[in-house]
């Protein structure tokens, strides 16, 4: 089940999602550049061993709340990219995922 905090409109549920993420998500104007995305970090991946979710999208200039979903379709649907590693964020520090092109 899902509340909405009246303060901040932000959802409490498990998910920590907002509701705004989730409308985003699903606009019919975000899911027509998704394919153009994916192509964008597909041609930057070919120039790296691998980055984060957070590097991807600092380096297309692109937010990153708008490559979640290519890296989701490049990774589980497509199988053109692989968590290539886990470890510390070099921006965050926090413990990330490093996409890279499947061999």
Not at 55 to 81: A, D, M, V, Y
Request: hydrophobic share 25%; charged share 25%; net charge positive.
């Amino acid at each position: 089940m899902m509340n909405t905090n009246s303060k901040s409109g932000k959802q409490t549920s498990n998910t920590r999602v907002s509701k705004t993420s989730i409308e985003a998500y699903y606009d019919h104007n975000t899911q027509k550049k998704i394919p153009i995305i994916e192509d964008r970090i597909i041609v930057y991946l070919q120039t790296v061993k691998s980055d984060t979710s957070r590097g991807i999208s600092k380096h297309l200039g692109i937010e990153r709340n708008s490559i979640t979903q290519p890296l989701k379709n490049l990774h589980i649907k497509k199988g053109l990219i692989h968590i290539h590693k886990t470890d510390k964020c070099p921006t965050t520090g926090y413990k990330v995922s490093f996409y890279g092109l499947v061999d």
